[in-house]
């Protein structure tokens, strides 16, 4: 079954514990994540390129969009129960989804919250999901408002006996 969603934000983290910079557009590389962002430059083939989070988890906790210090905003109903495998095809980049992200409470510092532990509390099970970008088409940019099409993992082979 494929679905659709769409990119409703993209931002950069250009340095560690810097707020991330709102873009338009972003270049997909593959094995690295997205250019400019510091998230895959000093390890290639990182599974932690880059990080989707859902508008609805932004909304249910009242944070802007990128308050997550995520690189993609967007509108993918389900964005959290994907399992690793799922193939997202986003702009001219193909993600591939690795892992969920697990919250922890260094976000609430960063966003000044008065309990950072309850924030993280709160983001169990919601705070998106992990991908490695594993192909691009094209110069490999993705845009503001680009649909997203999501391509379930592929079935297991038959069993060798």
């Excluded at 593959?30 to 083939?45: A, N, W, Y």
Aim: hydrophobic fraction near 40%; charge should be neutral; include cysteine.
């Amino acid at each position: 079954m494929t679905s659709f969603g769409q990119v409703l934000g993209i931002y950069l983290l250009r340095a560690h514990r810097q707020p991330p910079d709102p873009v338009p557009q972003a270049k997909a590389l593959v094995g690295h994540g997205l250019e400019g962002d510091v998230h895959g430059k000093g390890r290639p083939d990182t599974a932690r390129q880059v990080l989707l989070v859902d508008r609805s988890t932004l909304a249910a906790l009242d944070l802007p969009p990128g308050g997550l210090r995520e690189q993609l905003t967007v509108d993918l109903p389900g964005l959290d129960r994907l399992p690793p495998g799922t193939r997202l095809r986003v702009g001219e980049a193909t993600l591939e989804v690795t892992m969920p992200c697990e919250p922890c409470e260094v976000v609430g510092r960063y966003l000044g919250v008065p309990d950072p532990y309850a924030l993280r509390d709160a983001l169990r099970g919601r705070r998106g999901v992990l991908a490695r970008v594993v192909a691009t088409t094209g110069e490999g940019w993705i845009r503001l408002g680009d649909a997203i099409v999501v391509e379930p993992p592929a079935a297991p082979g038959p069993a060798f006996r």
